[in-house]
């Protein structure tokens, strides 16, 4: 595999010439049907390269509120600033300035993005550091450079207060925000997410497109204190959906802060013990040491003492030992680490197929204005007819190809969905036991709802699950669509105009003209891109979680944006009825029938978004057909109407009787010739 820098580099080099391409089609933009969208096309090219200097990583901070995420996100990327102050009383201190508001406190109100955007200023002004606020009803703005942490803070904070917002700000609801920085250590897109189950539900949707958007998770604890009872439900909610994505998405566990845990306890430093405390608690609820889930544990890191080593370089000192003990370049070669193993691949591949769309659109134009006008004009006629009727057969067909595609699709998932006849007897046989032997408290319903993910992760993905009959099913769907559109558009013989092309499902862009407007289909194809999948058709059924309440059953990857299964928490309601524990017993084997019905209901709206979104793509390939035949028949009527080809036909019409009467002339000249030559030899 080619080095992930290497590519990064040849496709940035690619990049740049297809964007100088597509400047230079403004030489024939008088040719072009649609030449207003040539600078639009050129602008996204920008932007593809822009994506290839910045992010090759999508990575999710989860945590408690007030473990350090924020303070992290802006010391991994160089953003922490490192302040001495000497407060009234004349007693040494220091304050941290980060590209995030930070602080004991809970903090971050709605989720947040940190975009690193490489060497592209562009829209910063010149700024380090530019927010961008995302209001309620899809209202975007740019709120300024380098603000104050009170400015940022009332955008995204919970204390923060509003009065310091733009007046026309106040009384607007924000759903995210986004803080684009220049100069960052890593080409990493970091989500610091406030939690599950958050009250405003553009921000649940939010953050459940933000888990599948991840390529993995950073897990943020902070050194002060250990993990409770109170973390279980968000890292079984983790270990549910490592379990039920695509590769085991990559956790990776950060203990933060240990410079405010330096104290010694027992013959070491506080965090020391922490660190011993978290491992064991992750090994007592998720399994054994060196798991895929666990991998090595927690990492001990201090981003203040990094940016302290930073500030004392600057002023001449020695940093270099609070920056190794900081383990923040550790913490970054692990991240560096999944971009070369193939996450950063993946992206590479996804900006490739985006540029490859737009290029080939465009030289696909260009060709097939090309072979009109070197058509005879004789042959224009002639074309215009095949042409038209070429026109009306896709029109009657598309209705049709649509029908059948439909009815199949809903026969393919009556077979996958099949095996959810018998999950809840196997679950049961396998959960009754665990269910009957404890209580129910936190711990044990951990455990049985760890096993219960792992029954139906295994379950799901078996040789007989619905996870792989999908995959097959799906598989089929895509050659059924092939065969159709080959059937009625035909195949590339080389001998006609606006040569068919075959269908190619790994990139097609959302529709959000008239016909088909922005949907959740849609927004499933972006999620699934940006995990690095060409496509939910082309690479099968990607298996991840349907929500934030992760305890549960999870079901494809259309569901993290369509639907999340609403499964009743039951840890909370038992703990008032110990007395009662028969009863509770009952409660959770009958919870896990409902689970099943919920499941396969989920499994079937993700089946059908998955089907609709593979017949969209034939639609859209279709569609894209028919435009081209339309925009070929315009050209050659133009040209049999253009006023020099006209005069063309009337010299032609004189010239014709005339050319074939000289070439018979010339023709029975040669066979004279031809033959008096033979006399001469045959006299001799």
Same mark, same amino acid.
């Given at each position: ?337 999944? $971009?070369? *193993?193939? +996450? %950063?691949? @993946?992206? !590479? ?5 985006? #540029?490859?769309?737009?290029?080939? /659109? ?97 379950? $799901?993905? *078996?040789? +007989? %699950?619905? @996870?792989? !009959? ?5 598989? #089929?769907?895509?050659?059924?669509? /092939? ?202």
């Amino acid at each position: 595999m080619m080095p992930v820098e290497e590519a990064r580099d040849e496709l940035k080099h690619l990049l740049s010439r297809c964007e100088r391409w597509l400047c230079d089609e403004e030489g024939v933009r008088d040719l072009l049907p649609d030449a207003a969208g040539l600078a639009g096309d050129a602008a996204r090219m920008e932007a593809l390269r822009t994506r290839v200097l910045s992010s090759m990583l999508n990575v999710a901070l989860l945590g408690r509120q007030s473990s350090g995420k924020s303070f992290l996100i802006s010391g991994l990327q160089g953003a922490l600033e490192y302040i001495p102050i000497t407060d009234e009383d004349g007693m040494p201190s220091a304050e941290f300035l980060g590209v995030l508001p930070s602080s004991a406190r809970p903090t971050t109100a709605c989720p947040c993005t940190v975009i690193p955007v490489g060497d592209d200023s562009s829209g910063r002004d010149g700024g380090r550091a530019l927010l961008r606020a995302n209001f309620t009803g899809g209202r975007v703005e740019d709120i300024g450079t380098d603000l104050p942490p009170a400015v940022v803070a009332a955008y995204g904070a919970v204390d923060g207060n509003v009065t310091n917002r733009r007046r026309e700000h106040i009384n607007l609801r924000v759903e995210s925000i986004e803080v684009l920085i220049s100069d960052a250590r890593l080409p990493v897109k970091l989500f610091d997410l406030p939690g599950s189950e958050s009250p405003i539900e553009e921000h649940e949707v939010i953050m459940r497109e933000a888990w599948a958007k991840a390529d993995c998770f950073v897990y943020v604890s902070h050194a002060t204190s250990a993990l409770t009872a109170n973390e279980l439900q968000l890292i079984r909610d983790l270990y549910a959906h490592h379990m039920q994505s695509n590769a085991n998405k990559k956790v990776l566990w950060v203990l933060t802060g240990i410079d405010l845990a330096t104290q010694r306890e027992q013959g070491q430093a506080a965090w020391k013990s922490v660190l011993t405390t978290n491992n064991a608690y992750l090994r007592t609820h998720f399994g054994t040491p060196g798991g895929q889930f666990i991998g090595e544990g927690f990492l001990p890191v201090s981003a203040a003492w990094e940016a302290e080593a930073d500030f004392k370089d600057s002023q001449g000192d020695d940093g270099s030992t609070l920056r190794r003990l900081s383990g923040m370049e550790t913490l970054r070669d692990h991240l560096r680490g999944l $971009m070369e *193993s193939g +996450a %950063g691949h @993946a992206h !590479l591949r996804q900006v490739a197929d985006e #540029a490859r769309w737009l290029v080939r /659109r465009r030289q696909r134009q260009l060709a097939d204005m090309l072979d009109t006008h070197q058509l005879a004009v004789e042959d224009l006629e002639a074309q215009q007819d095949s042409l038209r009727g070429r026109i009306r057969g896709a029109e009657r067909s598309l209705d049709r190809i649509r029908t059948e595609l439909g009815r199949e699709l809903q026969r393919r998932i009556r077979t996958a969905r099949a095996p959810f006849n018998g999950l809840a007897d196997e679950l049961h046989q396998q959960l009754d036991p665990l269910i009957d032997r404890g209580n129910l408290s936190a711990e044990h319903a951990n455990e049985v709802d760890v096993l219960q993910v792992q029954l139906f992760s295994q379950w $799901m993905t *078996s040789a +007989a %699950g619905p @996870a792989t !009959l999908w995959a097959g099913e799906l598989q #089929a769907l895509d050659a059924s669509a /092939r065969e159709l559109i080959r059937a009625d558009l035909g195949v590339n013989t080389g001998s006609q105009l606006v040569s068919p092309e075959p269908l190619d499902t790994n990139y097609f862009p959302m529709q959000t003209d008239s016909r088909q407007p922005l949907t959740a289909y849609g927004v499933v194809q972006a999620a699934a891109n940006t995990l690095g999948v060409a496509s939910p058709i082309a690479a099968g059924a990607v298996w991840l979680t349907t929500s934030l309440s992760l305890a549960t059953i999870a079901v494809p990857a259309g569901a993290a944006v369509l639907t999340a299964i609403a499964i009743a928490k039951v840890t909370d309601a038992l703990k008032d009825r110990e007395s009662k524990v028969e009863r509770a017993r009952q409660e959770r084997k009958d919870m896990i029938d409902e689970q099943v019905k919920q499941a396969r209901s989920a499994f079937e709206s993700v089946t059908q978004s998955q089907g609709r979104l593979l017949i969209d793509a034939v639609d859209h390939h279709h569609l894209q057909h028919q435009s081209r035949l339309k925009s070929t028949l315009a050209q050659i009527m133009e040209r049999i109407n253009a006023e020099d080809t006209v005069r063309s036909r009337a010299v032609i019409d004189r010239l014709t009787p005339v050319n074939q009467a000289g070439l018979g002339l010339v023709t029975g000249l040669q066979d004279l010739r031809d033959a008096l030559r033979n006399d001469v030899l045959m006299g001799r």
